[in-house]
């Protein structure tokens, strides 16, 4: 989004400056934006960078070994465990 925002800016600057800013002026504003979407995007998404400890940003995604069984497997071994009502 910024980088479309970046180059406009850019196109309006070196239209205004002239001669080679003209086409100058939007790639460094296109460039610019650009950077600032990926410096802004990077922590959407759950993702992690290796050097930080935050948590996921999407709860349904966590893949913490953290989680607790509630009820015992109706399976255990070859014998069929059943409850009666």
């Known amino acids: 989004m910024l ?3 970046g180059f406009i800016g850019g196109y309006s600057v070196g239209q205004s ?7 100058t002026a939007p790639a460094v504003g296109f460039g610019l ?3 600032a979407d990926m410096k802004l995007m990077r922590g959407m998404h759950g ?9 996921s940003k999407m709860p349904c995604c966590d ?3 953290k989680r607790e069984k509630t009820e015992k497997p109706l399976l255990q071994g ?8």
């Open 33 to 35: 934006g650009f950077y």
């Open 17 to 23: 400056l002239g001669g080679h800013w003209t086409f």
């Open 3 to 5: 980088c479309c925002v």
């Open 78 to 85: 070859s014998a069929i465990n059943t409850k009666e009502v």
């Open 47 to 55: 993702q992690k960078s290796p050097n930080s400890n935050q948590k």
């Open 63 to 65: 893949s913490s070994p």
